[in-house]
Nanobody, 116 residues
Framework: QVQLVESGGGLVQPGGSLRLSCAASGFTFSKYAIWWYRQAPGKEREYVAMISSNSGITNYANSVKGRFAISRDNAKNTVYLQMNSLKPEDTAMYYC?????????WGQGTQVTVSS
């Protein structure tokens, strides 16, 4: 059974940092790319970042480029999203995602709130 479990969210002041984790199980983690998405209240879910199976390719939404960094540890079946210089507009529920045989799998999300 494929499972993705996000953690690491919380309340942080503008300019602060958080590191999100996405722990995977139930599939051969090292063979699959992982995506991070986020969804703010009243808005559509939006793409944040992705990392290829062997970390050779990373990509970021323009809104987070230069502030966020995605990485993975295939030995721990975990993907990380390091978020620096956080802004109030980064406030959202953050989800990790993978795709296998055209089917999308999502975690339950972790809430990030950026506020003073």
């Amino acid at each position: 059974q494929v499972q993705l479990v996000e953690s690491g969210g919380g309340l942080v002041q503008p300019g602060g940092s958080l590191r999100l984790s996405c722990a995977a199980s139930g599939f051969t983690f090292s063979k699959y790319a992982i995506w991070w998405y986020r969804q703010a209240p009243g808005k559509e879910r939006e793409y944040v970042a992705m990392i290829s199976s062997n970390s050779g390719i990373t990509n970021y939404a323009n809104s987070v480029k230069g502030r966020f960094a995605i990485s993975r540890d295939n030995a721990k079946n975990t993907v990380y999203l390091q978020m620096n210089s956080l802004k109030p507009e980064d406030t959202a529920m953050y989800y990790c995602n993978t795709v296998m045989q055209s089917r999308h799998y999502w975690g339950q999300g972790t809430q990030v709130t950026v506020s003073s």
